[in-house]
């Protein structure tokens, strides 16, 4: 994961999830363990503006044949949202990642980020993975404080597509 501006980073962190540590023997007979997760978060200067951007790479539980809501998740999402939330989504924002939401709608697994309107998502496409059917990556903005134009999901040389929109503050 990498957060690349043409803009001033003025502050930058990483942040570790709690890992669920899941556990599976998968159908080739390999034994596979959750591994560690992390987020960034960078605060951008554009002109006079700051911009709050988050980066990140959520657990793909779907291997391990759990679900995000399952209760073992809670920690891990508690955190990310009292982070996410400390630094305030009273400033510009926007969030980009792979959820791994694979099989849930986002607004499902994660309802805070949608309720009180602060938060929208740019782009709804059918897929954004290689012959599949499910949006695992989002793009998530303040829309009182943004507008988003041009979005779109593109094939590229990689399993996932390239989601883009042009931010006007």
């Known amino acids: 994961m990498a957060i690349l501006s043409k803009y001033p980073i003025a502050a930058y962190e990483e942040f570790k999830l709690p ?77 980009v990642g792979d959820f791994n939401n694979k099989g849930e709608q986002l607004q499902a697994v994660f309802p805070e980020l949608f309720h009180s309107g602060e938060l929208e998502e740019v782009i709804q496409v059918e897929t954004t993975i290689q012959n599949g059917h499910d949006q695992l990556d989002h793009i998530l903005y303040t829309p009182k404080h943004m507008s988003m134009t041009k979005a779109k999901a593109d094939k590229y040389l990689s399993d996932h597509f390239a989601l883009s929109v042009e931010i006007t503050l």
């Open 19 to 95: 890992n669920p540590k899941f556990e599976v023997d998968n159908a080739m007979g390999e034994h596979w363990i959750m591994h560690d997760k992390f987020a960034q978060f960078a605060s951008i200067q554009v002109g006079e503006r700051s911009l709050n951007l988050f980066n990140l790479h959520y657990f793909p539980v779907h291997y391990f044949h759990k679900s995000l809501l399952d209760p073992q998740m809670l920690p891990s999402k508690a955190e990310l949202m009292q982070y996410l939330m400390a630094k305030g989504l009273d400033l510009p924002t926007v969030i």
